[in-house]
């Protein structure tokens, strides 16, 4: 099936945009049914607003560890408890996908 560019209006502040043959293509790659309400700054803005400027919706407080497997000082999500090892991202990675 060959997409076409469409005109669609952004339902959130009127202005009309264009759904490109290729945004089609992806959003039929990923299963999605609907097209777009918004126009891209209109998504970008309520993504911004819903999940904060990085991406998340609560910042977590970072504690500092030191790895247990090489030694290297890093920053984790959550409070240690000293009963358990706290690794770097790098060395997690590599114990889970040995497990």
Known sequence: ???QD???QC??????FTFTAEEQEFYQ???YQ???KRCPACR???KSSQYGNNNRR???QMYPV???ECGKETEVPFEPRGDRPVYCSDCYNKNRQIS
């Open 58 to 60: 609560v910042s977590r």
């Open 1 to 3: 099936m060959a997409f």
């Open 66 to 68: 030191v790895c247990a």
């Open 29 to 31: 790659s990923k299963g």
């Open 34 to 36: 609907n097209e777009p």
């Open 6 to 8: 469409k005109s669609i």
């Open 11 to 16: 339902a959130e502040c009127g202005s009309t």
């Open 44 to 46: 970008k803005a309520r």
